[in-house]
């Protein structure tokens, strides 16, 4: 009985697993080089606990820059902490939009700069539940052989697709 409907199993359920998988762009590879960024300006707010808990902060800075009238850009988050050696409840990060420099936001977001700086940039086109794993994993797998680790403040960018079938991109800046 099995084997008569293998193929029937596979396609009504592995199929469409390896299907969304590929969609969501799982089977894409990172790309790592060594740039100057770019200077950022950029809306934020402070974050301190689980970086798990990143989204729904990220919700709230983006309805409250919507509030004040100011039209978010990119979503910027910059990591503070490595949250493979630090605990939970001690990481630290600032969850924001890229903005306008004429914008002028008003408490309790906050407005901050980056300058150009060299950095190891790693990007990846996948969902965002798929590309922040893909990123650190490709970046820790070209770092090790060099015999260093990933350093910490990461500056993580994402770009939306611009369409439903197209995934966005992910961009992890760390210092090079």
């Known amino acids: 009985m099995i084997k008569k409907n293998w ?5 009504a359920f592995v199929l469409p697993i390896l299907i969304t998988f590929w969609w969501w762009g799982g089977f894409n590879h990172a790309n790592i080089q060594e740039v100057q960024s770019e200077p950022l300006h950029y809306a934020y707010t402070e974050y301190y606990g689980d970086y798990g808990n990143l ?6 800075v983006f309805a409250a820059l919507r509030a004040q009238k100011i039209e978010p850009g990119k979503s910027i988050t910059i990591l503070y902490a490595d949250p493979r ?4 409840h001690d990481q630290h990060a600032r969850i924001g939009y890229l903005i306008p420099l004429t914008a002028q936001v008003k408490a309790p977001i906050q407005i901050d700069d980056l300058p150009a700086r060299p950095v190891l940039r790693t990007e990846v086109q996948a969902s965002m539940l798929l590309a922040p794993g893909m990123a650190y994993q490709a970046l820790h797998e070209y770092l090790k052989p060099k015999g260093k680790d990933i ?4 500056v993580e960018i994402y770009t939306a697709g611009t369409s439903i079938s197209q995934m966005g991109t992910l961009t992890v800046d760390t210092p090079n």
Request: proline fraction near 5%.
């Open 85 to 88: 050696t630090t605990k939970k």
């Open 55 to 60: 989204t729904g902060v990220q919700q709230k």
């Open 7 to 11: 193929l029937a199993f596979v396609l």
């Open 151 to 154: 350093k910490m403040p990461s």
